[in-house]
Structure formats: structure tokens, C-alpha cells
Nanobody, 124 residues
Framework: QVQLVESGGGLVQAGGSLRLSCVAT????????MGWFRQAPGKEREFVAA????????SYADSVKGRFTISRDNAKNTVTLQMNSLKPEDTAVYYC?????????????????WGQGTQVTVSS
């Protein structure tokens, strides 16, 4: 099993940047496909980005392509989401998630490990 803890959320003005980090416990982090999801008030949880076990394959939601970058450091059991050019519509609770898979997956129901979430608020 793995436990996930996110950090790095906060309040930022539109156009600004934030860097979210997710640290995983356990020795098998490199077996996990990792993803970031977000949930705004009154909305369903939605996919943001995902990354293969080795970090060579990524997938992004259309709404964040070109602005967000997902990366990982398997030696440090960490996955990071760099968010640039933030918009008010990016405001949400952001969740880190993991699942043991051989391919990148982008649907929330396929992930079985979740962090507690970190709030990102973008003011206009």
C-alpha cells in the first residue's frame, strides 16, 4: 500500500504560478501510475494530469495543456504538478492519486490510493 500527502496549495492571483507536491510512503512508488485530479465546489472530480511509472509518458486535460506540467522523482517518492498561468477556473481542491498499472490512466475510478487534497484558489 501507499499513503499520499499533498502540499503546496494556496491563494494566487490570476496569471500566477503554484507548485503542488505529493509525497508517497512505501518502497514501491515506482510501480505506480500517478495522477492529479481536482474538484471544485458543486462539481465532480475531474482529471488534470497523469504520469507513467518511469515518467516518460504524460497525459493532460485539455483545459490545462500548455500551462501545467506533471513530473516525478522516484528516488524521492514524489510527484509534482507545476501550474503556470493560473486562471480563476482552476480554483479547486487538488488531489494526488496512484494506482499500480502498466499504462497511464485518466479516470478517477481506476485509482485506488488518494491523498487528502490541497486547496488552490486563484483570484481574478
Amino acid at each position: 500500500q501507499v499513503q499520499l500527502v499533498e502540499s503546496g496549495g494556496g491563494l494566487v492571483q490570476a496569471g500566477g504560478s503554484l507548485r503542488l507536491s505529493c509525497v508517497a510512503t512505501g518502497r514501491t512508488f515506482s510501480r505506480y501510475v500517478m495522477g492529479w485530479f481536482r474538484q471544485a465546489p458543486g462539481k465532480e472530480r475531474e482529471f488534470v494530469a497523469a504520469l507513467s511509472r518511469g515518467g516518460g509518458t504524460t497525459s493532460y486535460a485539455d483545459s490545462v495543456k500548455g500551462r501545467f506540467t506533471i513530473s516525478r522523482d522516484n528516488a524521492k517518492n514524489t510527484v509534482t504538478l507545476q501550474m503556470n498561468s493560473l486562471k480563476p477556473e482552476d480554483t479547486a481542491v487538488y488531489y494526488c492519486a496512484g494506482v499500480i498499472r502498466t499504462i497511464v490512466v485518466i479516470t478517477a475510478r481506476e485509482y485506488n490510493y488518494w491523498g487528502q487534497g490541497t486547496q488552490v484558489t486563484v483570484s481574478s
